[in-house]
């Protein structure tokens, strides 16, 4: 069974920085995709942005130059570093990764996070 639990979340100040963190656990035979999403009260869920198993990165035009994502292949985890932080960055994010549990042959399976509530406000 697959596991992802987000860290790193919390109250700051409009400016200032978080850095969030998401590591996956259970039986994980490859990691392809992981990515950040967020939701804002009463709005749908966003891209923030997404990771290959390369390093090829893609970002919301609403946070590039301010977010950086990251993974650790090794500790299968994924980072979200936030920068410049705005009140409208105010929601609960959530990573997710596209997985193969058992082999190469499996197919690939989406998996989600809980999510993790960043507040921007003074």
């Known amino acids: 069974q697959v596991q992802l639990v987000e860290s790193g979340g919390g109250l700051v100040q409009p400016g200032g920085s978080l850095r969030l963190s998401c590591a996956a656990s259970?039986?994980?035979?490859?990691?392809?995709?992981m990515g950040w999403y967020r939701q804002a009260p009463g709005k749908e869920r966003e891209l923030v942005a997404t990771?290959?198993?390369?390093?090829?990165?893609n970002y919301a035009d609403s946070v590039k130059g301010r977010f950086t994502i990251s993974r650790d292949n090794a500790k299968k985890t994924v980072y979200l570093q936030m920068n410049s932080l705005k009140p409208e960055d105010t929601a609960v994010y959530y990573c997710?990764?596209?997985?193969?549990?058992?082999?190469?042959?499996?197919?690939?399976?989406?998996?989600w996070g809980k999510g993790t509530l960043v507040t921007v406000s003074s």
């Open positions: 990771i290959t198993s390369g390093g090829s990165t």
């Open positions: 997710n990764a596209d997985i193969r549990p058992y082999g190469s042959t499996d197919p690939v399976l989406r998996y």
């Open positions: 259970g039986i994980i035979f490859s990691i392809n995709t």
